[in-house]
């Protein structure tokens, strides 16, 4: 049986195991403050570096040796530091936005303050990777 990871050929691990990637933890915090400068979301990301969406939400979220204990994580890591290296973001251009508006976020928000006036629940629901849970918890905290 094969293990998940073994999809890399020789080549393309050989490739990046030269990529200058830090170890998972540190990589987790430089992309997403990368991802903030070029506005992108784990499926911008994902969708860049053609990796599964829900891959990549999950190594942005730090979960993935949780649920992929079989595959070599630094593999990935590089692969998505490849993709950042070969896409540099701007520079910040001041004080980092809190919370980037989207239509989904929009959505989410009409549907939270409805149920705060109504004293009502809603369920967001949606594919992998559209940032409900962060854009939940985002408007909450402004609350």
Partial sequence: MKSKGARYSEEIRARLAKVPAPDYP???VEIN??????????TGLADWAGIA???????CQGHYPKYNPSVDVSLLTARLWETMLAHPAPAPAGPPARFLTTRNAEEIRRALNACLRQ?????????????????VKCL????
Wanted: hydrophobic share 45%; net charge positive; charged share 20%.
């Fill in 140 to 143: 909450i905290a402004e609350h």
């Fill in 26 to 28: 540190l990589a987790i």
């Fill in 119 to 135: 004293h009502a629940c809603e369920v967001v629901h949606g594919a992998p990777a559209e940032e409900k849970t962060f854009t």
């Fill in 53 to 59: 969406r829900s891959t990549v939400n999950q190594w």
């Fill in 33 to 42: 403050r990368w991802m903030v400068r070029r506005g992108l979301s784990a």
